[in-house]
């Protein structure tokens, strides 16, 4: 067996901004199926998006690399007081499994957990079959949907 450590201290994390605007875009349009809002995301539309984004100030939008390579994304934002995690995306193939998103996401939670102490929930499609991921990260589902299931972080 070949158990590869991962040095997790390596992954940095990289707020949403002007200049990797685009790439989000590119990664979201390529993995659309996986999201409510299944139409091509067009660059003015994705500049809207961001410029209200960016007025509240406890939105973030991280992307995550590790060795210089991007592997993804992880976004959170406050909805009816609770935190709404979104846009969680692992893009590259090379290092899905190897535990670098599911770290994330607890240093993120860890972060908004200081910034305010609500529930961290989601909405996941029920066609998206990482909900499993959701499952062995610490959710739970607590309510479904015709289309998706709601799910809480387990403190």
């Known amino acids: 067996n070949n158990y590869i450590i991962m040095d997790y201290n390596k992954i940095i994390f ?3 901004n002007y200049d990797n605007l685009d790439l989000i875009r590119a990664w979201k349009n390529s993995n ?16 809207n998006w ?3 984004f960016k007025k509240i100030d406890t939105n973030t939008m ?9 592997i993804g ?19 590259n193939k090379d290092y899905s ?16 957990r200081l910034i305010r102490n609500i529930p961290i929930t989601a909405k996941v499609l029920k066609s998206n079959k990482n909900i499993n991921w959701y499952l062995k990260n610490n959710f739970e589902i607590i309510n479904s949907d ?8 387990k403190l």
């Open 32 to 47: 659309k199926q996986f999201f409510f809002n299944q139409l091509e995301i067009e660059i003015q539309d994705q500049l």
């Open 73 to 91: 994304c992880i976004g959170a934002r406050i909805i009816n007081s609770n935190w709404d995690i979104f846009n969680v995306m692992n893009i």
């Open 97 to 112: 499994g190897k535990g670098i998103m599911s770290y994330s996401l607890i240093k993120l939670f860890q972060k908004l």
């Open 50 to 52: 961001f410029e209200k």
């Open 14 to 16: 990289e707020e949403l």
């Open 62 to 70: 991280l992307l995550i690399k590790f060795d210089d390579n991007y």
């Open 146 to 153: 015709n289309d998706y299931f709601l799910i809480r972080h």
